[in-house]
């Protein structure tokens, strides 16, 4: 057999809203899309066929606004844990595409982002950040690593926000976060205990375990995703239930119902980093 044409440089073609994605396949037919707004992979079908991204229908695509769904990158702050905006810059400023490699059967992009102007007025520090997506199989793998290119320490909390496409959340259940300590941000931050084997969602879920395992698995009727993580100490785990959902603009009502999040996640204790220095951490899926 032999392999299809793969020239990764004429791939970047108009997404939504005229933002620039990166159409990336695989020589086994797994494919993603990775728009440079965010470095946010938005699609992944591995090459055993079948979405296992959700994409909200009413995303927004446009400067300045997070696209809702896909891999949200999250840096150099989760949530609202600092005077940054929520879940800080680097999801809504414009990565460059460094290149596209084909390695047998895997495929891997390299986007880079660099403090800027803007940046740099909400947040005063010199960064790299760096992210590799790499398809091939049953497995994607995203890679984020930040560099100190400035000549002062600094301090930073990120997430792979990943939103699993889901048959049915009611009907899916969490596996791998068995006797950790979890802060509830659904119920006033409570820091609370996992008794039960399986996470399960029957309303709002929203928890930061803290120092979890390298691997968790999502397990729906029929199908299994396995994630691992390295780098990344927490895993957040979340769906917003019904009553939360309605009030999210960018979503549709029944939407909870079709994502689950789970996030590789360095939350509790932030990354120092010394002037040169350079951290990194990936996130696994395997369909
Ligand atoms: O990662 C979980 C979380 O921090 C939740 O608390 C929830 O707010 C969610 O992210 C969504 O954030 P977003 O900014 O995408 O609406």
Redesign the pocket.
Known sequence: MTAPDINPHDRIVPGAGGLPKLVLSARDGAQAEIYLHGAQTTSWIPASGGERLYLSQKSEFRSGA?I?GGI?LIFPQF?ALGSLP??GLAQVMEWEFVDAQVAGDQTAAFFRLQDDEQSRSLWPHSFLAELTATIGGPRLAVKLAVTNTGSEMFQFTA?L?TYLSVAEIGLTTVNGLAGLNYRD?AASRVEKHQGTPQAEFSGEV?RIYFAAPSETQVVEQGRTTLIRKTGFTDT?V?NPGAEKCAL?PDMLADDYRRFL?V?AATVRTPVCLSPSERWQGSQELFA
């Open positions: 997070a809702r949200p949530a929520f879940h997430a926000h941000v929203d957040v979340w999210v999040c996030e």
